[in-house]
């Protein structure tokens, strides 16, 4: 590989952004049920690219059924000013009174995260062998974390509410959410970008993320912290050259 390192362009906080994905199971999409409309779009855009393997959304992104029949997608429908993924064409229109019915991962990007750090831990082991001075390493398994600073905006409890809680009652004025005794199974992803262009993402599976709490001290911004760890080897995708 032979750069120009001089003319190299030095990537900074402004050129990485972190994603999480939220899977939704068996959502009524918003759309006409007439027996002529295809286009239907989901109720918590953006759509994330949950096959993990492209820069963008595509229709195996998505599962839809008719009737409890898998129904075929054939293209995925993109906000025309912002550029994000919010729903879907299918194949057929479904017939009057059917059922349509959409699982697909909701896309959220931490509000006001300062930084995100992945770590990876290989275990290793050193090995002596006969008649060599030498030793050998042997690798074994990885263990991969993501940690976030995140500092608390106005809407950033409804991040709490979709990573950690669930709901267990409403009243006239309110909504109760309880904390969630197991993680959910979430997605996630880095991106790294310069003037527009979009350099690669590093795709993450199975990530479990720890509950917290927000806090903070007179003076200080009010702050908390996303800890997750990672079960699948994450995957690097980049542009065709």
Do not use: W
């Not at 054939?74 to 009057?96: K, R, W």
């Not at 263990?143 to 669930?166: A, P, V």
Request: aromatic share 10%.
């Amino acid at each position: 590989m032979i750069v120009d390192k001089l003319a190299e362009t030095i990537l900074t906080g402004e050129n990485v952004g972190f994603f999480l994905g939220i899977p939704v199971q068996e959502e009524t999409p918003i759309g006409d049920i007439d027996g002529t409309n295809k286009d239907f779009y989901v109720n918590n855009p953006p759509i994330f690219p949950r096959s993990c393997n492209d820069l963008t959304v595509k229709p195996e992104d998505v599962t839809v059924t008719v009737d409890g029949e898998a129904a075929t997608v054939s293209t995925i429908l993109f906000n025309e000013s912002e550029g994000y993924a919010e729903g879907f064409s299918l194949a057929s229109a479904p017939d009057t009174g059917d059922s349509v019915k959409v699982s697909y991962v909701e896309e959220m990007e931490p509000f006001l995260a300062q930084d995100v750090t992945p770590d990876v831990k290989q275990d290793t082991k050193e090995v002596s062998i006969l008649n060599e001075s030498a030793k050998i390493t042997s690798y074994a398994g990885t263990t991969i974390t993501l940690k976030s600073e995140q500092i608390l905006s106005k809407n950033g409890l409804e991040q709490f509410r979709k990573l950690m809680y669930y709901k267990v009652g409403e009243t006239t004025g309110a909504e109760q959410y309880k904390l969630r005794d197991k993680p959910l199974n979430l997605y996630g992803y880095t991106v790294y970008h310069v003037d527009g262009e979009t350099l690669g993402r590093f795709y993450f599976e199975n990530v479990k993320l720890k509950p917290d709490i927000p806090g903070g001290k007179a003076g200080d911004n009010l702050s908390f912290t996303l800890e997750m760890t990672v079960s699948d080897t994450p995957t690097l995708v980049i542009p065709k050259v």
